[in-house]
């Protein structure tokens, strides 16, 4: 699985290998890699439903060829993949 987080111009791929996992902060995102590394994204006005929409689409879809997360498509911020 490959997980694509986008935002703007900004696109960072995380392979799964590498992908712990995702938690709600209270202004955001965080995710957490290997090796000790943390993308921490801040958006106050990201909703409670689409953080914990997020979450729990990566949690879930594990076995997905890709995982998008468009953090400026706020009606459809994750799209998921299958081969």
Do not use: W
Not at 1 to 26: H, S
Not at 30 to 52: C, N, R, W
């Amino acid at each position: 699985m490959e997980i694509i987080v986008k935002k703007g111009d900004i696109e960072l791929k995380i392979g799964a290998d590498n992908f712990i996992e995702c938690k709600q902060t209270y202004d955001g995102l965080s995710f957490a890699l290997k090796h000790g590394l943390e993308y921490y994204l801040t958006d106050p006005d990201m909703q409670i439903v689409t953080k914990e929409r997020i979450i729990q689409t990566l949690d879930k879809f594990k076995n997905a060829k890709k995982v998008t997360v468009d953090l400026f498509n706020r009606a459809n911020p994750i799209r998921v993949e299958f081969e």
